[in-house]
């Protein structure tokens, strides 16, 4: 008990006044919320202007990708068109070749086209003869016979090419 004698003396000498968790008076409590409010405020608008800054940095970001996005479908555009333009020449010259080397086949054939030719026509002239009924027929036919000597003139190249690669 004696412990507890001297703490109840010890705390009765020291006077409000002296305690240092009590204000020692009522100014600088006063004084104090002030600078807590303007704390409060400056860290309120500090935050604002934060968000403002954000929230330009985003409009700036979005419109930066918005011109990349427009940028690369300029340069996409570009290049399609280019491709484009060079699959079209690279056709034309090979059509120019393929029309050069049939005209040259043909050529070749000399006289023998000519007797294709004359006979082709007197068919059809002889055809064109006969009544609606009879064309129909002797058209198709015709049109049969022709395909298979198509036929058979895919068959003679291909038998001329396997001989060709083998030799």
Not at 141 to 167: D, F, H, P, W
């Amino acid at each position: 008990m004696n412990t507890e004698d001297n703490t109840k003396e010890e705390s009765s000498k020291t006077s409000p006044v002296d305690d240092p968790t009590r204000p020692s008076n009522e100014d600088n409590v006063m004084k104090v919320t002030p600078s807590k409010t303007e704390y409060k405020t400056t860290k309120m608008q500090s935050s604002t202007k934060e968000e403002e800054s954000v929230s330009t940095k985003t409009k700036e970001t979005g419109q930066s990708f918005k011109e990349l996005v427009k940028s690369f479908g300029k340069k996409a555009k570009t290049m399609t068109e280019e491709k484009t333009k060079q699959l079209k020449d690279k056709s034309a010259q090979s059509m120019d070749t393929r029309k050069k080397n049939d005209g040259r086949d043909i050529l070749a054939m000399g006289a023998n086209v000519e007797k294709v030719i004359t006979v082709f026509e007197d068919t059809m002239t002889d055809i064109h003869k006969e009544d609606y009924e009879e064309q129909e027929k002797l058209l198709t036919g015709y049109k049969k016979l022709l395909e298979e000597q198509i036929n058979v003139i895919n068959a003679r190249l291909n038998m001329i090419k396997r001989l060709k690669s083998g030799t």
